[in-house]
């Protein structure tokens, strides 16, 4: 995990919301001030190599860009670019920058969560062993979320305070691709970057 923005803090309850960003929206930002609320500090991670396609245009580096001029003045977020993409290296990933008895809670919603746990590992339970290294704070996203009875220790909903379904970086492009309307889904900080690298 190589950290290119820092937040002063030394937390002892980490939020991670990996992704990749394309474009960072709104909704990002708004999963990160909810998560804020139970833990000290959100890190957001753009992984290197995607465990399952490969970086179209725009990509890494204009990803990165993007992502750190979206935090910027945002005291209690980081930025890190993790080696691996699947939760559980990202976990240890963070083990070794981080206080190791700090807490994880991976951030998501409805729809990343019921990818995540149900994606095939390759071994039966696999998911469940790695909830013991984190957890899932995960919002509703068109639905609420209902983990399996035995991961229900681990994954718990996250409040949010507005209706953020509409603001995803699929829209975002689409609108981009149609003509129409989309600088208020991103942050200002991030219009004119968006505009020049999906035009």
Not at 104 to 109: M, V
Not at 135 to 151: I, K, Q, T
Not at 170 to 197: K, N, S, Y
């Amino acid at each position: 995990m190589e950290l290119i923005h820092k937040a002063d803090a030394a937390p002892r309850r980490l939020g991670i919301l990996p992704g990749t960003f394309n474009p960072p929206t709104r909704a990002h930002l708004a999963l990160a001030e909810a998560a804020l609320r139970e833990v000290e500090e959100v890190l957001f991670v753009l992984p290197r190599r995607l465990p399952h396609k490969e970086y179209a245009r725009p990509g890494f580096d204009d990803r990165l860009s993007m992502l750190l001029e979206a935090v910027k003045g945002e005291r209690r977020c980081s930025v890190g670019v993790s080696e691996g993409g699947l939760f559980i290296e990202i976990a240890r990933e963070c083990r070794a920058r981080y206080d190791p008895a700090a807490e994880l809670h991976f951030l998501c919603g409805r729809d990343a969560a019921e990818r995540i746990v149900n994606w095939d590992y390759g071994e039966a339970g696999a998911f469940g062993l790695m909830l013991k290294e984190f957890s899932l704070l995960v919002a509703d996203r068109g639905g609420r979320y209902e983990p399996p009875e035995s991961m229900r220790g681990r994954i718990r909903r996250l409040a949010m305070q507005e209706d953020w379904n509409e603001y995803s970086a699929t829209e975002v492009r689409e609108r981009l691709r149609r003509g129409q309307e989309w600088a208020d889904m991103v942050p200002a900080g991030i219009v004119e970057m968006v505009r020049r690298l999906y035009s």
